[in-house]
C-alpha cells in the first residue's frame, strides 16, 4: 500500500528518535547498577517502558505533522471559476536580495497567498529562464499545485538567460484552452533581467490575445540601484555573489519590454513591485472583481485519503503511558 507525505520535509526531524533512544539508553545504563544494588528491579523495568513510551511518542508524532495519507480516492468536482496561469522567471537574476529574501521567494509567497484566495478557479505554473517547464498543468487541486511551486528553483529548467516569449508561447500551445477564451489569465513575474535572443515578445503577447486570455505582468525588483545575486555554495553552505570574470554581477528590473509588452495587449495590465512583499491575491482580485467565469466541466480529482489523525492519537496515548509509567 503506497503511502503519500503532504508535508515530506517534517520527516527530517526523525533523526531526532536515535538521538533520544540513546540519550536514555546512556542515562540507564549510568543509573542501572546503582539502582538494582538497592534492589530496585522494577524500576529499571519502568525506566525502560518510560524510555521506549517517549520515544514512539516522538516518532508518531514526526510522522503526524508529515501528514500521512494512504488509501487514494476520487472526487468529482464542478465549479464556476477561470484558468489562472502562473508563468514564473526563476533564472539566476531571480536570486537577488533587492526583496527580501530575494526575487523569486518574494514571488512564490505572493503566489501562495494568491491562490490560497482563490475559489472553484483552476491553477497552472509554467517555470522558465532560458527554457520553459510546465510544472503544475490546470487543476483544482491546489495542494498539489504549492508543492509544485515550493520545489521552484534555477536548478527547475534546463537552461538559463531569460526567453519570455518562448515560455509564453509555449504556454499557448500546452496550456491554453481554446474553448475557454475569455476566462483565462497569464500571470508573468519576472525582472526582465537577461533577455536573450528569441521569440519576438510582442507577436507572443499577440497570440495570447487571439487565444481570449488576459495578460497580466508583474515586473519585480529595483530598477533603479538593483542588486547583487547572492550564491550558496552547496558544500559548506558558504555565501557569495555572481561574478562576471572578476566583476560582480549586478541586476535591476528591466520594465521597458514589459511594459511594451502589456500595451501591445487588447487588456494588457502591468504592476511594478520594487520592495516587497507584495499582495498578488489583492491585485488580482481588483481585476478580476466583474470578470467573466465559466462552469468547468467535471474533473475527477484523485486524492489520498490524509490519516495523521491516527499518528497523533498514538502518540497522544504513548505520552499519556510514559507518564504513568514514571509515576510508578
Known amino acids: 500500500m503506497p503511502v503519500y507525505f503532504y508535508n515530506p520535509s517534517a520527516l527530517i526531524w526523525l533523526w531526532l528518535v536515535p538521538l533520544a533512544a540513546g540519550l536514555f539508553l546512556f542515562a540507564a545504563g549510568r543509573r542501572k547498577q546503582a539502582i538494582r544494588a538497592f534492589g530496585a528491579g522494577a524500576l529499571v523495568i519502568s525506566r525502560k517502558r518510560e524510555a521506549v513510551g517517549s520515544c514512539l511518542a516522538m516518532l508518531l508524532l514526526i510522522l503526524a505533522l508529515a501528514r500521512p495519507a494512504w488509501n487514494l480516492q476520487e472526487q468529482e468536482l464542478q ?11 526563476v533564472s539566476r537574476s531571480m536570486l537577488a536580495e533587492d526583496l527580501h529574501p530575494n526575487r523569486l521567494e518574494n514571488a512564490k509567497i505572493a503566489i501562495l497567498d494568491c491562490v490560497q484566495n482563490l475559489t472553484g478557479d483552476r491553477v497552472g505554473l509554467v517555470l522558465f529562464a ?36 518562448h515560455a509564453i508561447e509555449r504556454t499557448v500551445d500546452k496550456l491554453i484552452d481554446p474553448e475557454s477564451a475569455g476566462v483565462q489569465d497569464l500571470i508573468l513575474i519576472t525582472d526582465g533581467e537577461d533577455l536573450i535572443e528569441g521569440p519576438d515578445e510582442i507577436e507572443a503577447v499577440k497570440k495570447l490575445d487571439a487565444a481570449g486570455v488576459r495578460f497580466i505582468a508583474i515586473g ?14 552547496e558544500e559548506t553552505g558558504a555565501l557569495s555573489f555572481m561574478k562576471d570574470g572578476n566583476t560582480e554581477v549586478w541586476t535591476k528590473l528591466h520594465s521597458e519590454t514589459l511594459r511594451k509588452m502589456s500595451a501591445a495587449a487588447a487588456d494588457g495590465i502591468y504592476f511594478e513591485v520594487a520592495k516587497g512583499p507584495f499582495d498578488l491575491a489583492s491585485i488580482y482580485r481588483q481585476i478580476m472583481e466583474n470578470a467573466q467565469r465559466s462552469t ?9 485519503e490524509e490519516k495523521f489523525h491516527l499518528f497523533l492519537g498514538g502518540a497522544v496515548i504513548m505520552l499519556l503511558a510514559s507518564n504513568r509509567w514514571r509515576k510508578r
Open 130 to 165: 532560458g527554457s520553459a517547464e510546465i510544472r503544475c498543468p490546470l487543476t483544482v487541486d491546489y495542494d498539489y499545485f504549492r508543492m509544485a511551486l515550493r520545489q521552484a528553483s534555477p536548478e527547475s529548467v534546463a537552461a538559463g538567460g531569460t526567453m519570455i516569449a
Open 296 to 304: 468547468t466541466d467535471a474533473q475527477v480529482m484523485e486524492r489520498y
Open 79 to 89: 465549479e464556476s471559476g477561470r484558468d489562472v496561469i502562473f508563468l514564473l522567471d
Open 220 to 233: 519585480i525588483g529595483d530598477r533603479l540601484r538593483g542588486s547583487r545575486i547572492a550564491l550558496e555554495d
